[in-house]
Structure formats: C-alpha cells, structure tokens
C-alpha cells in the first residue's frame, strides 16, 4: 500500500505565508511526477502546481510568482511555499504523486489540508 500524507495547512491573513508538505510512504517504485490540485466549495478541483523527476516545473496563471514546487526525491517529499497568499487561495489542497512500477504507472493523491486566507 501506497500512502501520501500532508500537512502545513491552517488559517493565515491576506499577504501571509503557509509551506505544504507531502511524503509518500509504503510500497514505492520510482516516482514520476508530483502536483498540487486545490478544490474550493462547489467548485472543480484545478491544478495549482506541478514537478516532473527532472525539476521541470508548470503552475497556474494566477499563482506564478507567489507559489513555489519543490522535491525532495530522497525523502520521498514534493512542498509548495505559498507567498502573498489571497482570499481566492482558500481552498483543500490536495497533493498526487504517479508512481512507477515495471511498466506500471498508478497515480495516487493525499487527503487534503484545508488552507483558509481571511481577516
């Protein structure tokens, strides 16, 4: 079993800073790509940020600039630094990592951390 577990959510203020952070753990090949999705009430969830093995890196128009991916490949670990944080940020993050195995590829996803920006 393959397991991905976040945290570094919680309440922050307009212009504030929060860092995620993602590890997978368990049963693990080799991991490909890994990402941060967010989903806000009634809404779809969107992609925010993503890393290939590589360091190639692609985010969202509206976070270029104040978002920031990251990989840590020996601890298994994929981070988003979030800077000048904005309301509309508010949202569950979710983050996924595809992971590897012989010719298989399974992508897998981790609970969510609730990240709320207001006064």
Known sequence: QVQLV????????????????CAASGSIGSINAMGWYRQAPGKQRELVATITSGGRTNYKDSVKGRFTISRDN??????????????????????????????????????????????
């Open 74 to 119: 020996a601890k298994n670990t994929v981070y988003l630094q979030m800077n000048n944080l904005k309301p509309e940020d508010t949202a569950v993050y979710y983050c996924n990592a595809d992971l590897v195995s012989g010719v298989v590829t399974r992508r897998y996803w981790g609970q969510g951390t609730q990240v709320t920006v207001s006064s």
């Open 6 to 21: 976040e945290s570094g959510g919680g309440l922050v203020q307009p212009g504030g800073s929060l860092r995620l952070s």
